[in-house]
């Protein structure tokens, strides 16, 4: 077990106990689904990334807009600032037991089934094992298991080796994909100061919301299925960063300096800009 690795181990069981495991090459672990559909239920964590909408509108064939519109939640990241996408869960049908509901939850001979279970988010597929990522320049996937998940007792239990459970899934796509996106947010810090930007009462609310439907119609609504996903990814990610340093150039000529610390302005950029905006003037 290498320094990343010991640390990973020592982040997770200080943060989340003992209930998760890292997995290393090789090493197998025993599940089942009995279809209980208690991982559908009562959940506010399934995150969805580009990839997964991607994915979920190809097989539906549904535009991104529209999917997001029935069956998501778009919210701004508590820590992240940036736009999040979540499953919208809805309240259960049963009277005598509330809870909430995945609305890609059926029903079938008592058991609960995926109606997009071909196209499911990674964190649906992936479970019961999740994945670490490193966000350096070394940047690496790690994965871990819940020690204590419900098909972990099941007597129909299989070994599992992180291959054998992933063997029906791109996972090689989507590690580019995940590299990409990634780097992004990476770039996207390097570049603009969002809490400074975010908490700064002199700049307009305005300019505030226009910056973060930018960033939803950017990261979201412009995923093109007829693509191959890493075109998308690459595209996506260029239009955000033109974006993000268009937003600090034009704020940097109005006075307000949001750019993050070790981001250099580009002084040529500015000027053009200047030109642009009081041309009239």
């Known amino acids: 077990m290498n320094k990343t690795e010991k640390y990973l181990t020592r982040a997770i069981n200080k943060e989340i106990g003992e209930n998760y495991k890292l997995l290393g090459e090789g090493e197998t672990f025993n599940f089942a689904c009995s279809s209980c559909g208690s991982c559908c239920k009562n959940r506010n964590d399934i995150l969805l990334t580009t990839y997964d909408i991607y994915r979920a509108c190809k097989y539906l064939d549904m535009k991104p807009v529209d999917f997001l519109n029935k069956y998501c939640e778009v919210y701004i990241g508590k820590n992240s600032h940036l736009p999040l996408v979540s499953i919208k869960f809805r309240e259960s049908l049963n009277t005598d037991n509330k809870y909430t509901v ?17 196209a499911k988010p990674f964190i649906c597929l ?27 007792n099941n007597e129909n239990s299989k070994k599992y080796t992180l291959e054998e459970w992933f063997k029906d899934f791109d996972l090689e796509t989507n590690q580019k994909f995940t590299d990409i996106y990634n780097k992004l947010l990476i770039d996207i810090v390097n570049i603009i100061d969002i809490e400074k930007f975010i908490n700064n009462n002199k700049i307009p609310d305005i300019i505030k919301d226009s910056f973060l439907e930018d960033m939803i119609r950017l990261l979201y609504f412009r995923i093109d299925t007829s693509k191959n996903v890493i075109d998308v990814i690459t595209e996506i990610r260029d239009n955000v960063i033109k974006n993000v340093v268009c937003y600090v ?14 981001y250099k302005i580009d002084n040529k950029k500015l000027e053009e800009y200047k030109k642009t905006i009081f041309k009239n003037e």
């Open 126 to 152: 992936a479970h019961p094992v999740g994945r670490l990522t490193t966000l350096d320049e070394n940047e690496k996937s790690y994965f871990m298991v819940s020690k204590h998940h419900c098909g972990s």
């Open 102 to 118: 995945c609305p890609f939850n059926r029903k079938k001979d008592e058991k609960g089934i995926c109606a997009i279970h071909q």
């Open 249 to 262: 150039h034009l704020l940097c000529v109005a006075g307000y300096n949001i750019k993050a610390k070790n």
